[in-house]
């Protein structure tokens, strides 16, 4: 079974089994986590989207947390002595889909 789920703004198309990194969500490793904004299902031959979609998402957190690569942002403007940077590293979760039911 293959299905498309909203986590923290962001879509993603999840199968069981299946690992992932998302954005950070509350929660310790181990913890059990259920997702129920499912945007679409495919199981064989059916094909299920929008309202008629009854499944949800149950997922086990791997590792709470996870840093991204850092992003700098850094403006200068040429003659005029100004610069300045800043810089951060996203937070992220590891997730391991369990079931889709």
């Known amino acids: 079974m293959l299905a498309i789920v909203k ?3 962001q879509q993603f198309k999840v199968k069981a089994g299946d690992s992932l990194y998302v954005p950070h969500i509350e929660g310790n490793t181990g913890d059990a986590v ?16 929008g ?4 499944a949800v998402v149950k997922a086990e957190i791997v590792n709470g947390q996870i840093k991204g690569d850092k992003v700098i942002a850094f403006k200068m403007k040429r003659r005029k002595g100004f610069r300045k ?3 951060h590293r996203t937070q992220y979760t590891q997730i ?6």
């Open 85 to 87: 940077k800043h810089g």
């Open 51 to 54: 309202s008629s979609v009854k």
């Open 7 to 9: 986590i923290a703004g």
């Open 34 to 49: 259920e997702f129920t904004d499912v945007l679409f299902t495919h199981n064989g031959s059916s094909i299920n989207s």
């Open 96 to 101: 391991k889909v369990t079931a889709i039911a």
